[in-house]
């Protein structure tokens, strides 16, 4: 008879390795920047909105795991429902059935998204946007998609050829035959459409770098011109979808939009199981599977499991039952709108923009000399470093853990789960602006801290 596993006498025996285990046998650079930053914190255990540590302090989450977390750590009802899909013995993954947990999920996921008929559930968003890919690709018959500047649509080589940074796509060509327009730009969107040979347009309704809204009118605009030339809107959700923005979907907040592909994941798993979703409309799917044949054209060994089927619907059952979208959207504009009203306060602040619980904050040239020769040194080693001077210190002095908007961008991201409230929205608020009254100070830890950044930046020239 085999021992009997036992996890928590493995953590409790080599929990304390997991700094030196990550680095000898995953991404070996992933300790050796959080130990630069001095983020090789220690978490013991998460709740809701916060992590605590081994002495146990509380650290504010505006993070959420990259908006996996939208209803935060181990919501009680998401937990339940996995406890009890566990418990059921379900007869899951069998390959020649139909369990009632997919078709279930699917159902309630259409119910927000009334123009769509049937959706396809794989692990991640980057598996739901290379679902899309192939499906528009397919169901018109041309070869090349469309996607804005500075998008971001996932890693894998499929969706990697619709990502707008050259930092992710460098040295993994040769990518799919796809074009960035601007996001905004209708008539850049125009011209390649007269080629006739674009499948879609894929779409962050606001881009998760650097937090950029579509301009008003310009998704409805581009749907009549991608119609017009028989070519499909795809909406990527996977962040901003499941309320992150103050709506069900981000695109909802322009009337007459009704996008033929949405794709969706993160905040649909409750935090515990992989799940992504693409959503189409009936004649797309029909096409893609058009035979018996063709059933299994494109599948995922996991995707509709039970355990990610649970977790979806439990997900979905506490949005509705605690109006989950209402308190991203009102929360939201209480902290956006105290945010921004630091803007004539602090000079390095420029702007505060964004929807519901996703908010960027974002860093300029300041007009004093001695703080623009300063800001001047940060940017001549490499952009990004103010914000990231920002990011430090809100986690050491103020514990609160938040993100730098992408590279080479003076933008914070914020992207807490969406059950926050005025209690983590004052918290917040407090810890930023005493961390602006340091940086406007010059002097204090943030400059001295500054020192350490460029001279990381030039040894990785």
């Not at 125009?190 to 879609?200: G, N, Q, S, W, Y």
């Not at 996991?302 to 977790?311: E, I, R, T």
Request: with cysteine.
């Amino acid at each position: 008879m085999s021992k009997e596993f036992d996890l928590g006498a493995l953590l409790a025996e080599r929990g304390a390795e997991r700094y030196e285990l990550h680095g000898k046998y995953l991404n070996h650079q992933l300790p050796r920047m959080l130990r630069t930053l001095g983020f090789d914190k220690v978490y013991e255990r998460g709740q809701g909105a916060y992590f605590w540590d081994a002495d146990g302090h509380d650290y504010l989450d505006m993070l959420a795991g990259f908006g996996v977390m939208g209803l935060g750590r181990h919501h009680p009802v998401v937990r339940k429902a996995l406890h009890d899909v566990l418990d059921a013995d379900l007869a899951d993954l069998t390959r020649f059935d139909c369990q009632p947990l997919p078709g279930l999920l699917a159902e309630k996921l259409l119910t927000h998204s009334p123009h769509l008929d049937r959706v396809f559930f794989g692990n991640s968003g980057t598996e739901a946007v290379e679902t899309a890919l192939k499906f528009a690709r397919y169901a018109t018959g041309r070869p090349r998609v469309l996607y804005c500047d500075h998008a971001f649509h996932g890693l894998t080589t499929g969706s990697l050829s619709v990502n707008g940074e050259s930092g992710f796509r460098d040295g993994f060509a040769p990518l799919l035959p796809d074009t960035a327009v601007p996001l905004g730009d209708l008539d850049a969107l125009a011209r390649e459409l007269k080629k006739d040979d674009v499948a879609a347009l894929v779409v962050e309704p606001v881009q998760g770098k650097g937090v950029h809204e579509a301009p008003p009118g310009y998704l409805r605009a581009a749907q009549e011109l991608l119609h017009r030339h028989k070519a499909l809107l795809i909406a990527d959700e996977v962040q901003t979808g499941l309320g992150r923005t103050g709506d069900f979907y981000a695109y909802q907040h322009e009337d007459g939009v009704e996008p033929d592909l949405v794709c969706v994941a993160k905040a649909l798993s409750g935090g515990y199981v992989p799940v992504g979703a693409t959503l189409g409309k009936d004649w797309i799917f029909k096409k893609v599977y058009s035979s018996m044949d063709r059933v299994l054209v494109h599948s995922a060994s996991f995707g509709s499991n039970a355990q990610a089927m649970a977790a979806g619907l439990a997900v979905l059952s506490v949005m509705e039952n605690d109006q989950i979208v209402a308190n991203a959207r009102a929360t939201g504009e209480l902290l956006r709108s105290k945010l921004a009203a630091l803007v004539d306060t602090y000079e390095l602040l420029a702007d505060v923009r964004g929807r519901g619980l996703m908010i960027g904050i974002e860093f300029g040239r300041p007009k004093s000399l001695k703080l623009r020769s300063r800001w001047t040194m940060l940017q001549a080693a490499r952009k990004g470093l103010f914000a990231q001077m920002v990011v430090v210190p809100l986690l050491q002095r103020h514990r609160i853990l938040t993100q730098v908007s992408g590279d080479h961008l003076e933008v914070i991201k914020l992207i807490p789960p969406l059950i926050v409230g005025e209690r983590e929205v004052d918290r917040f608020v407090e810890a930023f602006t005493a961390v602006m009254d340091d940086a406007h100070s010059g002097g204090g830890l943030m400059w001295d801290f500054s020192k350490t950044l460029v001279k990381q930046a030039v040894a990785n020239r």
